[in-house]
């Protein structure tokens, strides 16, 4: 069974390189912790083996279904590796993935040795490995310090500062026998301790004191890296932070800043403001509630480089939280956030832009970042929104070396103070994709909108634009005239009004469709009505030249046609009877009903032939479905709200994304036959 | 070759060429350059590729624009075209030729779906 362990890795592991990916041999599993269960586990890479390894507890179901037998061969995705007060290192498995079940390998590849952290390599036992080398290991084990525990899933995950070392206290692990040198050569087989489990029961007063919990340190391992950075902990990537780490420290640069808001709601009040930062790895967003307000507001500045540790991390609320990363920090009592002077290398920003071609082929609402060349820039308008605020906004368009232009739309400070002259390079990250006008960007409060900025992609399209881009003809995502004025258009098909039932409900149902206009009953298609303006009612002929409204309770001498269209539309699945109004038949006429009207009367060809005309013509429809109740007869009625022409290239774009949603049934079905 | 006309064509791009050799296709796509004779052109499709077109007679009129040529494939990968056609971009149709592009991958994709050997009725 030929697999290639990566040789080297625990050597690099022990020696505190957080490697990923790396493939090694599970020589034996521990389980330990009493209340808290952890499962420690022996790695080999075919030279090297440790016990410094500890799986995460998210992965102990690993364990409980017996998949991590001995010498299983493993693919360790990613680690956390934190360092003991003495120096020795614990490399945390946060995730793994079985490559090769313990029954197929069999056996112990390689012939490794013992990897102590010190450099140290102390030959084992020959063919009996399991046993004996975890004991040992037990020995050199026993100074686990907890701290990569903050795990207690039962109640502290969240936002309690783990400084409260009533968390660590559940984790700790105390050798009965006392310290043994980390330099000693493992005595074969001979462990003081009686039996297995002996060093890892838990202290036995659980006291909250800090220092106590910790076995072995006498310290809190949170005083140890202080405020100085870079003393005890050494910098992690902002991609490797992770709930299970407690001592880490980043450098990042802050991108985007809140502003400073306040809630109330039924559990309370306080306030908050969050940023997020980048740095080579990735991006983190950092929120800071009441007390740490005061604190850090006026500390924190976009743009500037901190070192920044001891925060709780907990998994990223999407709903606030657009960035990649799946964790998101909140500062606490202890955080420390310290300006950094030296801010080399680390990125201004973090963005992955999106071509504005692509952004047809990207669903609405998803957040994205785009860059571009803002071609022209509409002046700062003034609106009032539906909670009767008042909000500046303003649209500019973007153009990339695509050719193509959408149109964003910039709210508040940021439209305000927008200046659009000399064609400037505009990035925005986290901006939301609306299908507004077919497809259009919108600046969200947690958007960042960068004017020139600093990045290489801004160069490129600087000089695209001053060399060609100036001239080209741009094609417009966005169209001037929306379609729909921006409502959501509910697609469907003409069978879906049965197959769904729509309009049975209590209110009415909207939906928009593609259909061909199969047939239109000419007879009584026009009506005489009431020639005050808004009255739309059938008059009276009274047969002297005079004809009555009733609802206006009046006489006319005159009176205006009116179009009443019942009609057939048809698509590839079904057919449907729908009302046309006014204005809507006199589009899919093409003539206005007064014009109609006196064609019924005098030119009776010419009449018909404008039915012929508009028979089998395929039009938008947007319509209102509803049952009606008409002389014991309930119907489901369809009125015909708008008719607008087909885009074909929108309608195309539509199908083609609806095809590729569901190609993957598609393919599933075509397996089974 | 009157009755190519009759006859199912696969709509195609450049990279479906080698796969349709002396079979009829339908190839739309861009005018690249036109040869002098007339006799002769280049068309670009959706994905930038480019595909020769020859003509059994010289052509009558400037080519420009997006063309539907329909012919047979010779063995050089180059249409034989029987007949084609110039879509009118004047009336502000603009033809995406790249949405074209996605649309024919489609159907070469799922042939079941889109059958070219349908019911070829006479």
């Known amino acids: ?673 | 070759m009157a009755n190519i006309i009759d006859v199912p064509k696969t709509r195609i791009n450049c990279s479906m060429l080698s796969q349709h050799i002396n079979r009829p296709v339908c190839f739309v796509g861009r005018v690249e350059k036109v040869h002098p004779t007339g006799k002769t052109f280049t068309l670009s499709d959706g994905e930038g590729k480019t595909a020769t077109v020859e003509l059994n007679e010289p052509l009558e009129e400037e080519l420009s624009g997006v063309v539907e040529v329909v012919g047979m494939v010779s063995n050089k990968g180059v249409i034989m075209a029987s007949f084609y056609n110039m879509l009118r971009e004047d009336k502000g149709n603009l033809f995406d030729i790249q949405l074209y592009n996605e649309a024919l991958k489609l159907i070469h994709d799922f042939p079941q779906h889109y059958p070219f050997e349908g019911a070829a009725s006479g």
């Not at chain 1, 313990?102 to 490794?112: L, M, R, S, T, Y």
């Not at chain 1, 969050?274 to 976009?302: M, Y």
């Not at chain 1, 003034?382 to 739309?409: F, H, Y």
């Open chain 1, 1 to 673: 069974m030929a697999v290639r362990l990566t040789e080297g890795a625990v050597e690099a592991l022990m020696k505190g390189t957080p490697l990923s990916n790396t493939v090694l041999q599970l020589l034996n599993t521990k389980k330990i912790g009493n209340e808290m269960t952890r499962i420690r586990v022996i790695m080999s890479d075919g030279v090297h083996s440790s016990a410094s390894f500890l799986l995460a507890s998210h992965l102990n179901h690993l364990f409980d279904g017996n998949q991590l037998e001995p010498y299983c061969v493993c693919l360790v995705k990613k680690v956390s590796i934190s360092t003991l007060k003495d120096g020795r290192p614990v490399i945390s498995i946060v995730d793994i993935e079985v490559l090769k079940s313990a029954d197929e390998v069999e056996d112990k590849i390689g012939n490794p040795v013992s990897y102590n952290s010190n450099g140290l390599s102390s030959s084992q036992e020959g063919a009996d490995s399991s046993t004996p080398p975890l004991k040992s290991e037990v020995e050199l084990g026993n100074t686990f310090s907890p701290k990569s525990n903050k795990t207690s899933p039962q109640k502290h995950l969240s936002s309690t500062p783990p400084s409260t070392s009533s968390e660590h206290r559940k984790f700790n692990f105390k050798s009965n026998n006392k310290t043994p040198s980390p330099q000693k050569p493992f005595p074969s087989g001979s462990s003081t301790s009686t039996g297995r489990p002996g060093p890892y029961s838990r202290e036995s007063t659980p006291s909250p004191s800090k220092g106590r919990g910790r076995g072995f340190t006498g310290k809190s391992p949170m005083k140890s890296a202080d405020a100085s950075p870079g003393s005890a902990t050494k910098v992690i990537p902002i991609s490797a932070l992770n709930p299970y780490q407690t001592k880490w420290t980043i450098r990042a640069r802050v991108t985007n800043k809140s502003k400073e808001r306040t809630w109330s709601n039924s559990k309370g009040e306080g306030k908050l403001f969050s940023f997020e930062i980048v740095d080579e790895s990735g991006e983190i967003k950092i929120t800071a509630f009441n007390n740490e307000v005061d604190k850090f507001f006026s500390l924190v500045e976009p743009g500037k480089v901190y070192y920044i540790s001891k925060a709780t991390l907990k998994v990223a609320n999407k709903q606030f939280n657009t960035l990649k990363h799946e964790y998101e920090m909140t500062l606490h009592t202890h955080s420390s956030i310290v300006p950094c002077d030296d801010g080399d290398g680390v990125p201004d920003v973090h963005c992955d832009f999106v071509p504005i071609s692509e952004l047809e082929q990207r669903e609405k609402d998803t957040i994205l970042d785009v860059i571009g060349v803002c071609k022209s820039a509409e002046d700062v308008s003034r609106i009032t929104t539906k909670s009767s605020r008042e909000v500046s906004k303003r649209a500019i368009n973007l153009m990339d070396s695509s050719g193509k232009v959408v149109t964003a739309t910039l709210w508040g400070e940021e439209a305000e103070k927008f200046d659009g002259s000399g064609n400037p390079v505009v990035a925005i990250k986290g901006a939301r994709l609306s299908d507004f006008g077919g497809r259009s960007l919108s600046a969200l409060f947690s958007s960042t909108i960068l004017v020139n900025p600093d990045i290489p992609e801004a160069f490129r399209l600087r000089v695209w634009f001053d060399g060609e881009g100036h001239a080209v003809d741009s094609q417009s995502l966005t169209e001037a005239r929306s379609v729909g004025s921006g409502a959501r258009m509910n697609w469907k098909t003409l069978s879906d009004v049965k197959t769904e039932h729509m309009g049975h409900g209590e209110k009415a149902d909207y939906f928009s469709c593609v259909a061909t206009l199969v047939y239109i009953r000419k007879e009584n298609c026009l009506y005489r009505a009431c020639p005050s303006s808004n009255c739309n009612k059938k008059v009276l002929d009274q047969h002297n030249g005079l004809w009555r409204c009733e609802k206006c309770d009046r006489d006319y001498p005159d009176f205006q046609y009116r179009l009443l269209l019942s009609a057939n539309l048809a698509d590839f699945g079904d057919n449907q009877w729908v009302t046309c109004f006014q204005e809507t038949a006199e589009v899919l006429l093409g003539h206005s009903a007064q014009r109609l009207g006196q064609l019924r009367d005098t030119d009776e060809e010419a009449f018909n032939e404008v039915f012929q005309k508009a028979s089998f013509k395929t039009h938008i429809f947007k319509n209102r479905v509803k049952l009606e109740t008409y002389n014991d007869e309930t119907r489901v009625k369809v009125t015909v709200l708008e008719v607008l022409p087909v885009d074909y290239i929108e309608y195309s774009r539509r199908l083609i994304r609806n095809i590729h949603k569901m190609s993957p049934q598609l393919d599933l079905s075509e397996e089974q036959g």
